[in-house]
């Protein structure tokens, strides 16, 4: 028999578009559920544009109340653009990123879309 255990993921991301103009706010909303068979701690999720996100990088987190196990919460954040080179990237998501919880799988905890940066007209 599987260990009872919590197992938190990225189970939804969605962009406020695929397609925004150097120095635009790119809005995104995502869920963290917990996938497991117990329920999780509280935690952190992060996210990062072209790199994982990580304790030491992000770009913006939120604080993930405790999760009864097939529980979700949703968030909603937004990121600039200004720095960002024109082209494509990658805005990654992280669940429990400052690993608070421990999981059934911490190999599952990322998610990712794919987004261009066009040069201001």
């Known amino acids: ?12 991301i969605t962009p406020g578009t695929t397609t925004v103009t150097q120095g635009d ?7 963290v559920k917990d996938t497991g068979t117990a329920g999780a701690g509280a935690s952190y999720s992060a996210f990062m ?3 994982t996100p990580d304790p030491g990088h992000w770009a913006g987190w939120n604080y993930v109340d405790p ?6 919460q949703s968030f909603v954040s937004a990121i600039s653009t200004s720095g960002l080179s024109v082209g ?8 429990d ?4 919880v421990a999981e059934s799988n911490e190999a599952n905890n990322l998610n990712s879309f794919t987004f261009n940066v066009l040069a201001k007209s």
């Open 1 to 12: 028999m599987a260990p009872v255990a919590a197992d938190l993921v990225i189970s939804s």
């Open 25 to 31: 706010t790119l809005g995104f909303s995502y869920s």
């Open 67 to 72: 999760l009864a196990a097939g529980a979700v």
């Open 97 to 100: 990123t400052w690993s608070s």
């Open 49 to 51: 544009i072209d790199q």
């Open 88 to 95: 494509q990237h990658k805005l990654w998501f992280g669940a």
